[in-house]
């Protein structure tokens, strides 16, 4: 349902109810999603943002329900990917008089996409444009989470539009932040920041710093995912400093595959010994657990230990792709250890503290490894083991 924001400012993006895993694999949304588009109606039309191409039409029509597409002046692509840009082509069959703003790394990766002769217009941070009684400012933010993204900032109506930035995978009903469930919207937000926006964290603060020295009044903040903050906006930029600094939580994450249990007696032996400090842990059993889900807990938590097997001289294959995200989410300030049963060659346990020390995690214990089943002399070292880490957690 089309809906105004502010007088003459419409949301008419698209709900995606029935989505549960983004670009198929690089996010779950258990909660569905949006695709955030707003349509700015003055002397001149702006288009910020399109949706997804399977929902093109819908736009257009949404876009129908307030003026004519074809009397659109301005389409703004903050961001190319497909989730955002998608239906830009649909859009400007029906706009073909229309410029597409882009930042300067856009016009190479919005051309690179649809290869379309449209009158492009290439943006820096500062650069404005006049629509009649409001004007458009554009403020580049490489690696937010692309090196084409931008922020649109609507004047008069005090409105950030910060495609990805500020976003979440969380379709409602409702627009607003007000008007939702608070819980559910803070575990959307955090799991969007973490899965996708954590190895950005350093430029992020810088961004938000440099965003805070315009002094723009931001009434409004307008994602192209999810919620639009309007009761105390600035909340999420608050909330997005301050994960941004990585400061965790004072607790632990067991993650762990087992074949013929041992790994698994391992696991619960090792939470015990966290637990009798005092230190709260979570098991997470990898072949049922959601991997979205899992660096969300990874993210929040200090310590991080890994048990896995030894299968073929290596690991069992539901935990190398979490390995692989360590590397690649490049978390801060935090520990680990390694774990592990085998029958035969028992390499799993230094194949996972060499990576987790590569993705520079500081591995607090030996590996602790154990042949068969663990006995009651196993069982102990990995309370042992479990101690030691919260330990090291509360000395942190």
Not at 369 to 383: D, F, S, Y
Request: proline share 5%.
């Amino acid at each position: 349902m089309v809906t105004e924001l502010s007088k003459g400012v419409y949301w008419v993006g698209v709900v995606d109810w029935g989505i549960r895993h983004f670009h198929g694999y690089e996010l779950s949304t258990h909660r569905g999603s949006s695709y955030n588009a707003y349509l700015i109606v003055d002397e001149k039309i702006a288009l910020i943002d399109s949706v997804w191409t399977p929902f093109q039409e819908q736009l257009i029509e949404n876009i129908r329900q307030i003026i004519d597409p074809a009397k659109i002046d301005f389409v703004i692509a903050n961001h190319a990917e497909m989730d955002h840009s998608g239906s830009l082509p649909y859009v400007m069959q029906y706009a073909p008089k229309a410029t597409v703003v882009v930042s300067r790394r856009g016009r190479e990766s919005v051309e690179g996409h649809y290869h379309q002769p449209w009158n492009f217009k290439s943006v820096q941070t500062g650069d404005r444009i006049s629509i009649g009684k409001s004007e458009l400012v554009f403020i580049e933010a490489p690696m937010l989470h692309w090196p084409d993204s931008m922020f649109t900032y609507l004047t008069n109506h005090n409105i950030l539009m910060p495609n990805d930035a500020f976003g979440q995978h969380y379709a409602t009903v409702f627009h607003f932040n007000d008007e939702v469930n608070q819980e559910e919207l803070y575990e959307e937000a955090l799991k969007y920041y973490a899965n996708i926006l954590t190895p950005f964290s350093i430029l992020i603060l810088k961004k938000i710093e440099e965003l805070l020295s315009l002094k723009l009044p931001v009434d409004m903040i307008a994602p192209s995912h999810g919620i639009i903050w309007r009761k105390d906006p600035m909340q999420i930029v608050k909330k997005y400093q301050e994960w941004a600094k990585q400061t965790p939580e004072n607790s632990a994450v067991i993650l762990y595959d087992t074949m013929w249990e041992g790994t698994r007696k391992m696991a619960e032996a090792i939470a015990a010994g966290i637990a009798e400090e005092g230190v709260p842990a979570k098991l997470l059993y990898m072949p049922v657990s959601d991997r979205n889900d899992v660096i969300t807990e990874i993210f929040k938590a200090k310590a991080i230990l890994v048990g896995s097997p030894t299968l073929n001289n290596g690991l069992l294959p539901t935990i190398l792709p979490i390995l692989e995200d360590l590397r690649g989410l490049k978390f801060q300030n935090k520990i680990g250890a390694a774990f592990g049963s085998y029958g035969w060659s028992g390499e799993s346990v230094k194949i996972i503290q060499e990576h987790l020390e590569r993705c520079k995690i500081k591995v607090v214990t030996e590996g602790n490894l154990a042949k068969w089943q663990p006995g009651e002399e196993e069982l102990a070292r990995c309370r042992e083991q479990g101690r030691m880490v919260a330990k090291a957690i509360k000395a942190s």
